[in-house]
T-cell receptor, first 110, second 114 residues
Framework: QKEVEQNSGPLSVPEGAIASLNCTYS??????FFWYRQYSGKSPELIMS????GDKEDGRFTAQLNKASQYVSLLIRDSQPSDSATYLC??????????FGAGTQVVVTP | KAGVTQTPRYLIKTRGQQVTLSCSPI?????VSWYQQTPGQGLQFLFE???????NKGNFPGRFSGRQFSNSRSEMNVSTLELGDSALYLC?????????????FGPGTRLLVL
């Protein structure tokens, strides 16, 4: 079992709609959770970090964390073509290593 | 504030050679982590340095090594290159150790091994 799992996609989303990305992790003691966006040929850039259960909103992005279910998600509201990218979920495990999921490719269609 | 810089950006080597990649973190950041990214394996953690000490190491063979200098700049070295080492090597810096800090990535070094 991989430590951080994501659906690989592609997730096709109409422009203006909500994109919903999911991530599960295996290490129950994980403390820090991150979402990175990576455009093709570029390096990952941080979108959101979340550390406690519940929702965290930043502009059009909302991260949701449920530690009991070992689940973290990212919602992108009013999706734009510029949101087309691969979204990486990352989790800091018990040994302090940052583990990444394989990423979910999002394609926003006009 | 300048971001994370990595040199060189592109590199072509042949099997059996060795390579050294360099990373300069964001000013004031003391932690540097290295990752290998390939289409098949995704982003995989290589190692983390904090205040010149290796704090964590991923599951890579001993051919992969690194170090950090007193100014927080870091280098990673791969000896006896194999075809499978072709990848994008990413460096990330953070203010604190990974467990407590947010990481910011550099542009990466794309290594091609022929």
């Amino acid at each position: 079992q991989k430590e951080v799992e994501q659906n690989s996609g592609p997730l096709s989303v109409p422009e203006g709609a909500i994109a919903s990305l999911n991530c599960t992790y295996s290490d129950r003691v994980s403390q820090s959770f991150f979402w990175y966006r990576q455009y093709s040929g570029k390096s990952p850039e941080l979108i959101m970090s979340i550390y406690s259960n519940g929702d965290k909103e930043d502009g059009r992005f909302t991260a949701q964390l449920n530690k009991a279910s070992q689940y973290v998600s990212l919602l992108i509201r009013d999706s734009q073509p510029s949101d087309s990218a691969t979204y990486l979920c990352a989790v800091t495990g018990r040994w302090g290593k940052l583990q990444f999921g394989a990423g979910t490719q999002v394609v926003v269609t006009p | 504030k300048a971001g994370v810089t990595q040199t060189p950006r592109y590199l072509i080597k042949t099997r059996g050679q060795q390579v050294t990649l360099s990373c300069s973190p964001i000013s004031g950041h003391r932690s540097v982590s290295w990752y290998q990214q390939t289409p098949g394996q995704g982003l995989q953690f290589l190692f983390e340095y904090f205040s010149e000490t290796q704090r964590n190491k991923g599951n890579f063979p001993g051919r992969f090594s690194g170090r950090q200098f007193s100014n927080s700049r870091s280098e990673m070295n791969v000896s006896t290159l194999e075809l499978g080492d072709s990848a994008l090597y990413l460096c990330a810096s953070s203010l604190f150790e990974t467990a407590g800090g947010t990481q910011y990535f550099g542009p990466g070094t794309r290594l091609l091994v022929l």
